[in-house]
């Protein structure tokens, strides 16, 4: 079913995100000279962050998903 794929491929790309911002983070104090992981680390994480949103919006479009309020209408 594509809402449970969805949702995987929604949560693998957040996990992505999470983990390449900590790599960045062990990267910035592992490395005391001029090193090209942290760069990495944090392009990656814009990468996914990028592919998240493209993805959002493209499920949306499609109508997959449907955007609704925080709070239901009163």
């Given at each position: 079913?594509?809402?449970?794929?969805?949702?995987?491929?929604?949560?693998?790309?957040?996990?992505?995100?999470?983990?390449?911002?900590?790599?960045?983070?062990?990267?910035?104090?592992?490395?005391?000279?001029?090193?090209?992981?942290?760069?990495?680390?944090?392009?990656l994480r814009i990468g996914?962050?990028?592919?998240?949103?493209?993805?959002?919006?493209?499920?949306w479009a499609m109508g997959?998903?449907?955007?609704?309020?925080?709070?239901?209408?009163?």
């Open positions: 079913r594509i809402c449970a794929m969805f949702k995987l491929v929604v949560l693998a790309l957040l996990a992505a995100i999470i983990l390449s911002l900590g790599s960045g983070l062990v990267y910035l104090y592992k490395d005391q000279g001029p090193s090209r992981r942290l760069v990495k680390a944090l392009t996914f962050s990028l592919a998240l949103f493209l993805l959002l919006f493209l499920a997959w998903i449907q955007p609704h309020g925080v709070l239901p209408p009163g």
